[in-house]
């Protein structure tokens, strides 16, 4: 009777369990999908408006249409739209999960895409590739898209690829700030970061100097005002830039030395004298990274060491970077990864804080000079190198000074947590130009003079706003106009965006068919004497890439690549009385370590095993590399 109550109180307790639980109050939807509000709500108390009106884009898709195509930008919903139909579609190779969720509470979606009948994932080389880290960069999110519909579709057609997906895994997570993307794509307002509220002028109030569209357009461009007092003109740095008779483009001068101020579209709202510059959020989750961190302004209270601008208040403090650090060191089998950005057309590496030569491995260095000479020729980008030199000089002398550009450190960067951490092949690639296509006057940079004669030239002039008159309610007579913050100064016009999104996505496919590749033979046996066997294993890693970087083996993301053999327990008992005993290797420990497979590299290892008696005995051996694989073959003596 007892055991009856008891199993009747253990059912009712697992009905309990396993029930779901509603919530009273009535569920909210996100402000994307809230159709009766005219206005966007984000999250987080702070001292300036929380809410904007929202804004409809003609370049941006809203809606999933029947086909998915790359002549406009797609929002959050959509993307996640095609993810959820492409698992459906494709569930012999795919996977689709969320992998955490945005300070706001969105769900951040990832997919892996492998052939699941040849293994699981973590089995398996990989590559991780990630869009939309910097929430307006939305280029980023596009080609991930792209490269997802690409290997998808070309499964089963493309014998590359198809070879690719049935030894490989690839993870790809197209947006990784749903936040910020989704305020970006909404409304008029622009930002880099989450919608968690910050400081950013660290004056005691949070966010409450935000940009303003006051000229009622939908978009925030710049205010240009003619110096008339005599402290605008002490201030007064820019000028009309003489080298193109339109009168559009500014040219920025020494303060004192020039005939204009200019600011972005908006209003002092907290009184200081500057224009927009706490508005939402303000965290970079491309600076709140583990590898190389320094406190946000503020935090160096000596004055005299680094600091860095949006680190956050400690590393990894914000949900969107945690979730791709925690995730990626559970997967130490990824060796190749690109977590893009936009604006510079750039194949951006490591080292952040020094130079290449410094802080690397030759051999190291000599793989990422290989892949960046592979992204060139997919891309065509003016640059490729790392952060702190390549980057930071790449123009080699400032315009205004005349001095002579010097390397510049940049903190909590995901490229150096990477490589010098995680022991990879990582990048922070940039893609678009500003429309500055090419050098059109021979200066040796490409900037807002290429942009604007290419899109005079090629794109119809959409891409900048001329000069219109306005009345700031503080300025008093100015001009709003400028490039396109959105669709041409950050990311491309939408008849440019597949090729873009395209280019870089073909580089990252290229990338990962170097993965490590171990291929190996089917185990060899010798009966060396009555009782006695010798069992080979050989195998030749035939990728790209070498199972592990100089920089994995000294930070241990990688284990040695080792050979162990399998029997049935009750054959390997008894030690010396086994019926089984495997007597080389002849320590304890019978695994053979066999290092690190480079690339091309050739591997032999021998097993000696004595056998009692005459009934077959089966075995599995198996190789075990953290970033080769794992592969287990069968065998029998006698």
């Known amino acids: 009777m007892r055991k009856y109550f008891f199993l009747v109180f253990l059912a009712l307790f697992m009905g309990q369990a396993y029930a779901q639980v509603k919530d009273f109050r009535s569920e909210k939807p996100f402000p994307e999908k809230n159709e009766k509000s005219t206005f966007y709500t984000v999250q987080g108390e702070r001292h300036g408006p929380s809410f904007f009106k929202k804004e409809v884009f003609p370049e941006v898709e809203y809606t999933p249409g029947e086909q998915l195509t790359f002549d406009s930008y797609h929002t959050v919903e959509v993307m996640y739209h095609w993810y959820e139909k492409w698992a459906q579609d494709f569930p012999e190779i795919t996977d689709l999960y969320v992998i955490g969720y945005s300070f706001e509470g969105r769900p951040i979606y990832q997919m892996t ?59 790809l997570r197209p947006q990784n700030n749903p936040d910020g993307s989704n305020l970006y794509l909404y409304t008029a307002q ?45 201030k007064a740095n820019y000028i009309i830039d003489p080298s193109h008779p339109s009168g559009k483009l500014m040219k920025r001068v020494f303060p004192g030395k020039g005939d204009y101020l200019l600011f972005t579209e908006g209003i002092d709202n907290d009184g200081d004298g500057d224009y927009n510059e706490d508005g939402i959020g303000g965290l970079d989750l491309h600076r709140n990274y583990p590898e190389n961190w320094r406190p946000d302004i503020g935090g160096d209270l000596t004055g005299r060491g680094y600091t860095q601008y949006g680190a956050g208040q400690y590393p990894l403090s914000e949900a969107e970077t945690r979730s791709t650090v925690l995730w990626i060191l559970s997967h130490p089998n990824i060796s190749v990864v690109n977590s893009m950005d936009t604006r510079v057309p750039m194949h951006l590496r490591p080292p952040s804080t020094s130079k290449s030569e410094e802080r690397m491995y030759p051999e190291d260095l000599a793989i990422y000079k290989e892949m960046d000479e592979l992204g060139l020729s997919y891309t065509a ?3 490729a190198g790392d952060v702190y030199e390549t980057y930071a000089t790449r123009y080699k002398v400032n315009r205004m000074t005349g001095d002579p ?4 450190p940049l ?13 990879s092949i990582w990048y922070g690639d940039e893609l678009w130009n500003n429309g500055a296509m090419k050098d059109y006057n021979q200066d040796g940079i490409y ?32 001009e709003i106009g400028g490039f396109h913050p959105k669709f041409f100064g950050q990311n491309g016009p939408t008849w440019q965006l597949e090729n873009w999104a395209k280019k870089q996505a073909l580089f990252n496919l290229a990338m990962a068919k170097r993965l490590p ?13 009555d009782g006695l066997y010798e069992i080979t294993l ?11 970087l100089e920089q994995a083996k000294l930070v241990k993301i990688v284990q040695e690549d080792r050979v162990s053999l399998e029997f049935k327990k009750e054959l390997t008992e008894g030690y010396e009385n086994a019926k089984v005993k495997i007597v080389s290797p002849e320590l304890y420990d019978k695994t053979i370590y066999a290092g690190h497979t480079g690339k091309g590299e050739f591997k032999t290892v021998t097993f000696q095993v004595e056998v009692s008696g005459d009934e077959p005995v089966e075995g599995k051996i198996k190789l075990s590399s953290t970033r080769g694989g794992l592969f287990v073959q069968d065998f029998k003596l006698n």
């Open 113 to 171: 895409i492998t052939n699941k009948k040849t293994g699981k994932d973590t089995d398996k080389p990989a590559a991780y590739f990630e869009g939309g880290r910097h929430s307006g960069e939305i280029t980023s999110s596009e080609s991930i898209l792209w490269l997802t519909k690409h290997l998808l579709e070309n499964y089963g057609k493309d014998e590359e690829i198809t070879h690719l997906i049935d030894t490989k895994a690839i993870y």
């Open 190 to 234: 622009r930002n880099r970061s989450t919608v968690r509220p910050h400081d950013n002028d660290r004056d005691g109030l949070i966010d409450e100097d935000p940009e303003e569209d006051l000229d009622g357009d939908g978009i925030i461009y710049q205010i240009r005002k003619k110096a008339e007092t005599e402290e605008e003109k002490k």
């Open 381 to 383: 980008y003016p640059w």
């Open 405 to 408: 550009l010097k390397p510049s």
């Open 411 to 423: 903190f909590g960067h995901g490229p150096d947590f990477g490589y010098f951490y995680f022991g």
């Open 447 to 478: 900037d807002d003079y290429d942009g604007l004669v290419w899109d005079e030239e090629e794109n119809g002039g959409k891409g900048f706003k001329s000069w219109t008159p306005f009345k700031h309610p503080e300025l008093g007579d100015v």
């Open 517 to 529: 590749e171990i291929k190996v033979e089917a185990p060899v046996v010798e009966k060396l004497k």
């Open 538 to 548: 050989q195998w030749t890693n035939v990728g790209g890439l070498p199972v592990a």
